[in-house]
């Protein structure tokens, strides 16, 4: 070997080596320049970079140096354990190429003219493994010292090598995260490239980002990768803030769990089996913040440019929530204004109808949340509310003032407007939650209701709960040729047809939230001067308010 790898220069050889890697940015690059100065230093004819194909049993080369393309293509370099020292934990030495039966082509080793062969297998991560083949043009004897700077060499190898292998997936994750972010794709989506690649790259035993509303305090969403457990990813909002302490937006690591006494034992965080976590708190806009955890099944300790990696990729998906907020808030403002719309346009046509909307929507919010449903459902069952009553802009005005005592024909078109209402409402993509609240808002439970006879639960819950709140507006408020009922006995008679015509868990909850909120509840009341003889609105003054879109959607416009 070269003269100059005595004890004397071993720093010297350590520094050149690990300097040639560590300069380097490209991968590619980085291998080419640990090839180059190996062969350098041990004065070696050539040097060859393989890493192990586990699937195909192949030692590919990833670099080489001082080696003909014939030599480099005599064929497959089998990682056969006979054959190759990939598998072995030291070096592997090749004193004569000639007589070694581990030398899988000597003659085209004898035509390059190499006469000694070294291995220095290395470890990269938990599934890479690879090896370093120097060759020399003369018989090799190796010193202890030249064996103790092989090795080193190796292990400084291995850090470079996985150092930059993660520097260029980084690059990859945060160039992908980044134009699907540029290109409006789904949150969801991107989040679950944020943790699969996390999870991949990190070869963790999985990763989540969990999404929290800090005023609700709940889990607002949660997206995972891995090793799914129950312990884990169910974690409920007051556990995770105990454990991640998002609010002081610092990071948190955990290198043993079942030792930490900031882990309590009631979390349940799987023990046994879940180690070693790391979890990165975010901002994201307004009272929602995120948390991206990595968490790994045996003890870790994390280089600080993996820590880097998990904040710089949370902090992507952090950027795409915020903008996926405000864009929620924008479009939220735009169906304000599509449901004051429909709302007062419906309103204007029938003067019985006023309030009755907003009243409905109230009620069955108020029931929604007495029910435990989530502020999201909740927010559906107010909107279906608004909007239930949507179809009857296509009743004839003389149908909408004899509510109550129409006559057969009349009462098959009034029940249309459950229909009708959907198929409007249908049309707006941004809507489309509520459609099935306005389709069936007039099922009954017992299976008498309008317009395919659903019964039970077979009619869904926001329907259900608007079916309560129609009826107890309806009977409430002044009507024309019809007496109010006072709040009391519109409960009662709820409470009656709990179990036939309403579902009974609904009524139950409805009128706890009534009770609970008496002070909302504001009937309407026909203005002074005002009888059963009010006319409505001409209906063909009406229709020229109505937009274009509606129009087309209901019969006889």
Known sequence: MAE????EHF??????????????IDLNETLQAMVTTITEVFGAKGCALRVLDPEENELELMASTGLSEAYLEKGTVLADDSLSEVFEDSLVVIGDVADDPRVQYPDAALREGIVSIVGVPFQVTGSMRMVIRLYFDTPLTLTEEDRHLLYFMAQQSAIAIKSAIQHSRYLETFRKVSAAIHEGDAVGDILETIVTKIHEIMEARGCIYWIVDTDQESVYMKVTSGFQMNALSGIEYPTLREVF???DDKAVFFKDVREDPRIPSTTGLGKQMVISILGVPFPIVDQY???LAVYFSRPRDLLQSEIDFVRDSGRQGAIALHKAFRYDERMLAAFREIIEGLVLALEAKDLCTHGHSLNVANYGKMTAQQMGL???EAEEVYRGGLLHDIGKLAMQDNILG?????SPGDFETIKQHPVIGAKIIGRLSLLNEVTPIILYHHERWDGSGYPEGLMGEAIPLGARIIAVSDAFDAMT???????NMSITRALNLLLLEGGTKFDPDVVRAFVSAIKENIDSVQPFTMPEGTGNDVEAPACEKRKTQIPEWIRRCIPGF
């Open 4 to 7: 100059n790898t005595g004890r």
């Open 11 to 24: 720093f010297e050889v350590i520094t050149r080596v690990s300097r040639a890697l560590h300069e380097s």
């Open 245 to 247: 302490r998002f609010e």
């Open 289 to 291: 913040k995120g948390v």
């Open 374 to 376: 989530s502020e999201r």
């Open 402 to 406: 004899n509510l109550g005592h129409l």
């Open 477 to 483: 408020s002044d009507r024309p040729k019809k007496d």
